[in-house]
């Protein structure tokens, strides 16, 4: 991974822990736990641990950490072994209590480890930020107001062969590219920050219009890949018990023209809102975005990654009035926010489904 972006992740989390007071709260609910543990005729006790749970539980709702994005939460899951955040520990501390209703002094024992656990890697971070100052070591950021796409292209799928990855990355500023025109009219130069990870994870500045849309689109063919991903498995599950390929095309056909009929609804619904030029470039973009988002479709079929991030816009001054153009930045940057959360990582697996045409029609 990065070590600037490892800095960075590593602030926020360290600033997420302190600030929603995540190992005082664990504390309470260790020691109300405890207290029950110890003197189980108490109601007392029992209240407490219910509303200090209930606390808890809100934060982790609330967590900030449920926005960070899915390459961050990888990054974060690698290195912080036994310890969780944000809504999947809420779902542990509840089917730890669950689980343990009738002997709380196991569920006791369990709470303690994840609270020893959160405290040791909080101490680790704030040892290694520390490091970082020392040697001098940036933080890797966005400027405000500055959007990052993330792609992720897996080494088996390029075979580590620079010639694959560089065509790779020409499909990635086609993509773009297409997109760009579609919604200003022109393509555009990008900037890549920085590449890492086990597989080819790009990070790449884009702007707040193109990343809106990708954002939009990839949610919905996210959304709608969920739904094939089940007919793959069956396909794939029929292939392993010798059913000829003849016999499953049907399967692949169907789940084609799901995606497909997608697609082209997406295309047609992004030339409509944002396309304003000639008529004669009309279809021809909206040909090359099906192409793009086909090239897309197929990718996260093979196990490519799509995240987004974006950063916010400071706030105007006191004593100036938000202009026409700062509010329409912002609105652009919460509809990014809200697609981009719902942008996941799916484990494809398997041989793969979607054979969708990258040719002009």
Request: net charge negative; aromatic share 6%.
């Amino acid at each position: 991974m990065n070590v600037e972006r490892l800095h960075r992740i590593l602030k926020d989390l360290d600033h997420l822990i302190k600030t929603e007071k995540i190992v005082t709260l664990l504390q309470q609910v260790r020691d109300h736990l405890q207290n029950q543990v110890s003197q189980p005729n108490q109601p007392a006790h029992q209240t407490n641990l219910v509303s200090a749970l209930n606390k808890l539980y809100e934060t982790l709702a609330n967590s900030e950490y449920n926005n960070y994005s899915p390459s961050w939460k990888e990054i974060i899951e690698e290195i912080s072994e036994n310890v969780l955040f944000g809504i999947p520990l809420k779902k542990e501390i509840k089917e730890i209590l669950s689980s343990n209703a009738i002997t709380p002094a196991k569920a006791l024992e369990d709470i303690k480890s994840i609270f020893n656990n959160l405290q040791a890697f909080q101490t680790a971070t704030k040892s290694t930020l520390t490091g970082f100052k020392t040697l001098g070591i940036e933080e890797e950021d966005l400027e405000q107001g500055e959007c990052e796409l993330g792609y992720t292209i897996p080494r088996n799928y390029v075979e580590n062969k620079l010639s694959e990855l560089k065509n790779e990355i020409g499909e990635l500023n086609f993509i773009l590219n297409n997109i760009s025109e579609a919604v200003t009219g022109e393509k555009q130069e990008y900037k890549v920050k920085t590449i890492s990870s086990s597989d080819f994870l790009l990070y790449v500045i884009i702007g707040l219009q193109v990343a809106d849309v990708l954002s939009k689109a990839t949610e919905r063919i996210l959304n709608h890949y969920k739904q094939i991903l089940e007919i793959k498995v069956l396909r794939n599950q029929l292939k392993e018990k010798g059913v000829p390929a003849s016999k499953t095309k049907s399967i692949e056909t169907h789940a084609n023209g799901m995606m497909r009929d997608e697609i082209k609804a997406i295309a047609k619904e992004v030339i409509a809102e944002h396309y304003e030029g000639e008529n004669g470039r009309k279809n021809e973009l909206e040909n090359g975005l099906i192409i793009s988002l086909n090239k897309l479709a197929n990718r996260i079929d093979k196990g490519f990654n799509v995240e987004i991030r974006v950063e916010s816009l400071p706030e105007p001054e006191e004593e100036e009035e938000s202009t026409a153009e700062y509010e329409a930045k912002s609105e652009l940057i919460n509809s990014i926010k809200e697609s981009s959360r719902k942008i996941e990582f799916i484990d494809t697996g398997g041989e793969s489904i979607l054979k969708l045409s990258e040719k002009k029609q």
